[in-house]
């Protein structure tokens, strides 16, 4: 029996099949990969299962021992992005001699990451109608661990104790907008200096934390 080329997601799909070898993590690699490039340049809807499997060099069936559709593999790569952009963030903050100075590096390890991986706007966009349970989660999980840091950065008396923890998730999804549209605008759209960007933005947390 055939396999099919394209078919819908079951209700309730989860994540990516685990590989069980070195290999197989690569070849999930680059399907993972392949899909950023196809779902990034052509949008969800004119992607296709054939045109990932043809950029990632792995023969069709090789697609469903990981995915059961398009769909799963758009919510495991939104899950995946997200990921990155943690990891690639998370090496930033280590020496940083204050909180606040850790927000700057992660704004600026962002925008290196934004740079690099311009298609990451474009899919995170799509999955709010694609996928939006994965949408929400990124933005969500994304502020929690800004606000932790904030919440840490009180404790230690680095932000005044006039912030409750409350104020301070408010103004964690404050600074994540804030970070998105800035590695659109200096990022994505340009090429600019992150360091000056992150420089600028510090000034403005710090102020406003001294307040």
Known sequence: MGV???????????????????????????????????????????S?????TQRAGVALGTFYTYFESKEALFQ??????????????????????????AERRALEAFLHF??????IYRI????????????????ETTATRIAARLIAARDKGEILDSYSDEDLQ?????MMGANVFL????AVWDDADSSR????????????FSQ
Do not use: C
């Not at 079951?10 to 392949?34: F, H, N, V, W």
């Not at 934004?114 to 298609?119: F, G, S, T």
């Not at 995170?124 to 933005?139: L, M, T």
């Open 183 to 186: 590695g659109l605008r200096f």
């Open 170 to 174: 408010v103004t964690a999804w404050g």
């Open 4 to 46: 099919k080329v394209e078919h819908k997601a079951r209700s309730g799909a989860g994540g990516p099949k685990a590989p069980r070898t070195q290999r197989g993590e690569r070849t999930l690699r680059k399907i993972l990969d392949a899909a950023g490039a196809e779902f990034g340049e052509r949008g969800f809807s004119d």
């Open 124 to 139: 995170i966009d799509a999955s709010e109608f694609v996928d939006p349970k994965a949408y929400r989660e990124h933005y």
């Open 48 to 52: 296709s299962i054939v045109g990932i």
């Open 114 to 119: 934004a740079r690099d991986h311009r298609d």
């Open 197 to 208: 960007i992150a420089d600028v933005m510090s000034r403005v947390w710090r102020q406003g």
């Open 76 to 101: 495991a790569l939104v899950r995946d992005m997200s990921a990155q952009v943690r990891d690639n963030v998370g090496p930033a903050l280590i020496g940083a001699t204050n909180s606040l100075e």
